[in-house]
């Protein structure tokens, strides 16, 4: 509704600004109307806003904590052959970076079916403001799409990366921590001091 909303105010403006063209025909007491309608829009926004945030958030933290509570319950129930196979530092990755997505995919599932209305009512609008030439602007996108999908297949490709040196990374200084004592002992704490930094850089 809030995005609705943005699109109802500006086929408001628009009309709005056919008020101060020369010859106008437009009675001042439809200008007053549209302004009173462009202010009610903003005002309508800023009161669905923060209950949408609201409710967005408290979705996201929903999923976060559910989808946490299942990666625990099914941490108890690992073999000793999948638990030998599986590493802390990919339990940590799960829960600290992959759940945390789930905040912002609560933000952004409705986009699936809003994105192409949005476009649909946009294009329409310029269609009739402008004619046929509105029709550029979708050969253009058509034309960046396969840009958009070598950018984000690369954008993907270093994320995997980066997910892996953290995966060891966060391995090695849960390893590091609960063998404290045996590298306290041999005192090799500089070997793995260096072991870390060079995993970080």
């Known amino acids: 509704m809030q995005k609705m909303s943005r699109i109802i105010q500006t086929m408001l403006f628009i009309y709005f600004m056919e008020y101060f063209e020369e010859n106008s025909e437009m009675r001042d007491s ?3 109307l549209l302004a009173s309608g ?3 829009c903003s005002l309508f ?18 999923w976060q904590a559910a989808t946490v509570g299942l990666l625990y319950r099914k941490a108890l129930r690992l073999s000793n052959n999948a638990m030998a196979a599986t590493t802390s530092g990919h ?15 609560v933000w ?7 994105g192409p209305l949005h476009a649909i009512i946009i294009l329409t609008i310029l ?8 029709f550029s602007c979708i050969a253009i996108i058509v034309l960046i799409w396969p840009l958009q999908i070598l950018f984000a297949n690369k954008i993907a490709y270093y994320r995997k990366l980066n997910y892996l040196f953290q995966d060891s990374r966060v391995t090695i200084i849960s390893d590091m921590i609960s063998g404290m004592r045996v590298i ?4 090799w704490e500089k070997s793995f001091g260096r072991l870390v930094n060079d995993i970080r850089k």
Do not use: N, P
């Not at 952004?108 to 809003?114: A, K, T």
């Open 127 to 134: 269609y009739t403001q402008i004619g046929a030439s509105a």
């Open 91 to 105: 339990v940590i990755d799960l829960v600290a970076q992959d759940a945390d997505k789930l905040d912002w995919i």
């Open 38 to 40: 462009i202010a009610l």
């Open 30 to 32: 439809t200008a007053y």
């Open 108 to 114: 952004e599932f409705h986009s699936i079916w809003l």
């Open 184 to 187: 306290k002992m041999y005192c």
């Open 45 to 62: 926004e800023c009161f669905v806003s923060s209950s949408v945030v609201h409710y967005f958030m408290r979705c996201g933290m929903q």
